[in-house]
């Protein structure tokens, strides 16, 4: 099947010791992968480093079969992402805001911007300024302008961050239809467990700069009663693993 991205062997050290250690992960194309971890396993850092926001200290990454470093355009025109906080200019309004993105990408259709607004759910403020946004709605503009050029591979840093219970069905929904119609790949990090349980179809969990576990939802619903109850007991078993010094535990 086909690498979308592919990471061998990753590492990153931060000047405090801190970061994550020999990753090996792969995306197939149609994935929703979910990448599970406790606050500062190195999520994020992982799905920097996938974007070129920073660079590894060891180890390779690719993406669509290219090395990201000496493909970085090409590759990264076909990825859509939001990590962390999105900045907005506070004084524009959404739709500006998605026209000046749209400006970066050549040949996007101008009715493209209400595609995307009406598919996060925010058709309605499409012409009202950003600082009147709340932190939901920000998190939605910037799921819209993630997908704005039409992605192959979308990396979302805790999505559902701000959203209210129907935003979190709604982003579910996307997720799905955006999978299903368009077969976009999904690599999505979040606390979230129970959405990423319905979502996702492979599971990954960072724990202190490790990738500890990967498997296939289904397979890891069929002996375990719940993500969360699989998630749980791995992390235990990585702090026996950890005190036996079994573990890598040099991050
Ligand atoms: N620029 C940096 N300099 C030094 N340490 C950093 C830097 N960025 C991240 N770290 C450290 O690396 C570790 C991983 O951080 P990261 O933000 O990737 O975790 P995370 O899994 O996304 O956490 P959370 O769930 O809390 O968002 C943390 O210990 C963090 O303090």
Request: hydrophobic share 40%; aromatic share 8%.
């Amino acid at each position: 099947m086909e690498d979308i991205a592919k990471l061998t062997e990753v590492s990153k050290e931060f000047r405090n010791g801190r970061g994550i250690s020999g990753v090996n992960l792969s995306l197939q194309k149609g994935d929703i992968y979910g990448l599970l971890g406790p606050n500062g396993a190195g999520k994020t850092t992982l799905l920097k480093m996938l974007t070129g926001l920073i660079s590894p200290s060891f180890g390779s990454i690719s993406l669509f079969g290219q090395d990201l470093e000496r493909s970085f355009a090409s590759g990264m025109r076909k990825v859509g992402c939001m990590i962390e906080s999105a900045d907005f200019y506070d004084y524009v309004t959404a739709i500006q805001y998605l026209k000046l993105n749209a400006s970066f990408y050549p040949n996007i259709r101008a009715q493209r911007i209400d595609e995307v607004l009406e598919a996060v759910g925010l058709a309605a403020f499409g012409k009202e300024k950003i600082r009147h946004f709340s932190t939901g709605m920000k998190q939605k503009l910037a799921m819209a302008s993630s997908i704005l050029h039409s992605p192959e591979l979308v990396i979302w840093d805790e999505p559902t961050n701000g959203l209210d219970i129907e935003g979190v069905v709604h982003f579910r929904a996307l997720v799905q239809q955006l999978s299903a119609e368009q077969g976009i790949t999904f690599l999505i990090s979040s606390h979230m467990i129970h959405e990423l349980e319905q979502l996702c179809n492979r599971v990954g969990i960072l724990n202190q700069g490790v990738l500890i576990r990967e498997g296939n939802v289904q397979e890891l619903l069929t002996d375990n009663h719940s993500l969360e109850q699989y998630y749980i007991a791995e992390l235990q078993k990585g702090k026996e693993l950890m005190n036996h010094g079994r573990l890598d535990s040099r991050i």
